[in-house]
Nanobody, 123 residues
Framework: VQLQASGGGLVQAGGSLRLSCTAS????????MGWFRQAPGKERDFVAA????????YYADSVKGRFIISRDNAKNTIYLQMNSLKPEDTAVYYC?????????????????WGQGTQVTVSS
């Protein structure tokens, strides 16, 4: 399985970005997916997760109410809509797949990882 994340960039505080993550090599329509982020010098942190059919989502407290995770199984793609961005959201964002149907939110539970996309929020 290969996960390709895209959509990162430079944005001013208060702005929005939408990240995408497309899977190839294996369909992920039956599996949950998630987003993590890692800022320089910090550990990789959980951001958001969605179950296999989009019926359930889960967010880190730091992004709750600002970020929305969604999926389009017909396109084998998940999204992360990021609104009201803050400088502390600056990080490399990774999509990942745990190969379970239900939501997971700890990094060791995720088997496949994308290459990451940089998000930089200026103040």
């Amino acid at each position: 399985v290969q996960l390709q994340a895209s959509g990162g960039g430079l944005v001013q505080a208060g702005g929005s970005l939408r990240l995408s993550c497309t899977a190839s090599g294996r369909t992920l329509v039956n599996y949950a997916m998630g987003w993590f982020r890692q800022a320089p010098g910090k550990e990789r942190d959980f951001v958001a997760a969605i179950d296999w059919n989009g019926g359930s989502t889960y967010y880190a407290d730091s992004v709750k109410g600002r970020f929305i995770i969604s999926r389009d199984n017909a396109k084998n793609t998940i999204y992360l809509q990021m609104n009201s961005l803050k400088p502390e959201d600056t990080a490399v964002y990774y999509c990942a797949a745990p190969l379970t149907r239900n939501i997971r939110y700890t990094a060791p539970e995720f088997r496949y990882w994308g290459q990451g996309t940089q998000v930089t929020v200026s103040s």
